[in-house]
């Protein structure tokens, strides 16, 4: 039982190259999530799929996209790298709890990506 | 709207000494307060979760945490710190938002345990 993982762990991307960075998660988990980190800032949530075939946009959404391919895995695109994409990128997963109320199960994490655009 | 402060940056405590590592929230109705944990170069991980119930919760590795909701507050906490506690600490609150549940994060403490 690998839990949450993301690859690549490092990425270094000049202005304007894309990527796709990928997470996959073998608990049977519905809800699966995409947050950045950067320093003196927490966790901000990018997108985030409840469901497989649902995505939404989270708290900064720009430049990003993603897609839930499967049960296990939702990948997040970079179209066109800028520098302000410098971050941490985490992927998260969960289980949900029962339409329209708020799970009380915990957030599982992957290690991260570690992005840098020059 | 949701939200989660922590008030300090960084907090330093002396091995064996008890640590407290502090949280305030705001949200509309009943929250649900999250811990999480994050060594370096790693995931976060967690640590513990008030959902309803007793104001004490107990989590890994021995911390706990008090739910306080006149002060909204939902400090993280244990009686005898060790060096190895030193990590930076997130308290978080859900939301449910179009279905979704949500994470709302802190901007980190960084514990640092000394000799």
């Known amino acids: 039982n690998a839990g949450v993982t993301q690859t690549p762990k490092f990425q270094v991307l000049k202005t304007g190259q894309s990527m796709t960075l990928q997470c996959a998660q073998d608990?049977?988990?519905?809800?699966m999530y995409w947050y950045r980190q950067d320093p003196g800032m927490g966790l901000r949530l990018i997108y985030y799929?409840?469901?497989?075939?649902?995505?939404d946009k989270g708290e900064v959404p720009n430049g990003y996209n993603v897609s839930r391919l499967n049960k296990r895995e939702f990948s997040l695109r970079l179209e066109s790298a800028a520098p302000s994409q410098t971050s941490v990128y985490f992927c998260?997963?969960?289980?949900?709890?029962?339409?329209?109320?708020?799970?009380?199960?915990?957030?599982?994490f992957g290690p991260g990506t570690r992005l840098t655009v020059t | 709207a949701q939200s989660v402060a922590q008030p300090e940056d960084q907090v330093n405590v002396a091995e064996g000494n008890p640590l407290t590592v502090k949280c305030t929230y705001s949200?509309?109705?009943?929250?649900?307060l999250f811990w999480y944990v994050q060594y370096p170069n790693r995931g976060l991980q967690f640590l513990l979760k008030?959902?309803?119930?007793?104001?004490l919760v107990k989590g890994s590795y021995g911390f706990e945490a008090e739910f306080n909701k006149s002060q909204t507050s939902f400090h993280l906490k244990k009686p005898s710190a060790l060096v190895s506690d030193s990590a930076l600490y997130f308290c978080?609150?859900?939301?449910?938002?179009?279905?979704?549940?949500?994470?709302?994060f802190g901007t980190g403490t960084q514990l640092k345990v000394e000799l």
């Open positions: 998260a997963s969960t289980s949900p709890g029962l339409a329209g109320t708020l799970s009380s199960y915990e957030q599982y």
């Open positions: 978080a609150v859900s939301r449910l938002t179009g279905g979704g549940n949500k994470l709302t």
């Open positions: 608990m049977n988990h519905n809800s």
């Open positions: 008030y959902i309803t119930g007793d104001n």
């Open positions: 949200v509309s109705g009943n929250p649900y």
């Open positions: 799929s409840a469901s497989e075939g649902t995505t």
